[in-house]
């Protein structure tokens, strides 16, 4: 029976680690929590130091993302759980891939259940060869699957967004503004790159450095003084010129679906 999983927590953003550590605290007793990691570079340096059972995975972080983690986890035996602003219904049709995964924000009781199948598949010592493949066939799953909303940290906790409600987003420094279909803004610390990688980009594209749209609110676009878009709130948006290529093969294609 075993007595304590040894685990450690990968996350950037502060609120998350520090509010599932605790979660683990006071409702996950077996869990031993040898580490905190805000990089995947971090983590690394943990799995070399520690005997680590398990790896609570953020997937969206700058520099390297959580998968980039994902070979040292099969090489040190390390079980998997993704923290992810994925919405759980895409992901329920991926879950076989990977352990587990933990929508933000993180409920008790799921969390309870996740820790308890960790228990399970560690006592049963399941480092089978096709966990690795399992766990990297997760990514590009994911890819194609249909994301219908995103977690927004806003300070004290995650604000749940309907994808279908965001209009665009802008740069601001480091912070990206999610402009809403209600005209709500939202301002959140992280820059503009980590959603680009995270919307579908099907219907999201990056038409400059500082812009994201969504293609479902756009009305129009010209290049009377250079090429511009018009958003249907009436916002008008550049499109940079080395995307302006990029920016015309996605409307070709979105025209076509």
Same mark, same amino acid.
């Given at each position: 029976?075993?007595? +304590? ?14 509010? *599932?550590?605790?979660?683990? %605290? ?17 983590? #690394?340096? *943990?799995?070399? #130091?520690?005997?680590?059972?398990? !790896? ?6 700058? &520099? ?5 983690? !994902?070979?040292?986890?099969? %090489?040190? #035996? ?9 919405? %759980?219904?895409? *992901? ?27 228990? #399970? ?10 966990? &690795? ?21 806003? &300070?004290? =906790?995650? +604000? ?26 939202? +301002? ?37 003084? =250079? ?27 979105? +025209?076509?679906?």
């Amino acid at each position: 029976m075993t007595n +304590t999983i040894n685990a450690i927590i990968v996350d950037d953003e502060e609120f998350a680690r520090s509010s *599932l550590y605790f979660l683990l %605290q006071e409702n996950c007793k077996v869990v031993h929590i040898t580490g905190i990691a805000k990089s995947v570079a971090e983590a #690394k340096v *943990l799995l070399q #130091k520690h005997k680590v059972d398990l !790896i609570f995975l953020d997937i969206a972080m700058p &520099g390297e993302n959580g998968f980039e983690l !994902i070979s040292s986890a099969e %090489q040190y #035996k390390a079980h998997v759980v993704f923290t992810t602003a994925y919405d %759980q219904y895409a *992901l329920k049709a991926i879950k076989a891939n990977a352990l587990d995964y933990l929508l933000k924000p993180i409920d008790i009781d799921e969390l309870k259940e996740t820790v308890d199948k960790a228990v #399970k598949f560690i006592e049963l010592n399941n480092h089978d060869s096709s966990s &690795g493949d399992r766990l990297l066939n997760f990514k590009s799953d994911l890819d194609h699957k249909s994301v219908r909303k995103i977690s927004l940290p806003n &300070g004290q =906790g995650y +604000t749940l967004i309907d994808l279908d409600n965001i209009v665009h987003i802008e740069a601001d420094s480091n912070y990206s503004v999610f402009h809403l279909h209600d005209g709500e803004k939202i +301002t959140v610390s992280k820059v503009l790159k980590e959603y680009e990688e995270i919307l579908p980009v099907k219907q999201f594209v990056r038409v400059h450095k500082s812009s994201i749209v969504n293609l479902n609110y756009l009305q129009e676009y010209n290049s009377r003084n =250079g090429l511009e878009l018009t958003l249907k709130n009436g916002q008008r948006i550049a499109v940079s010129r080395r995307r302006a290529s990029d920016f015309l093969e996605r409307i070709r294609n979105y +025209t076509q679906l």
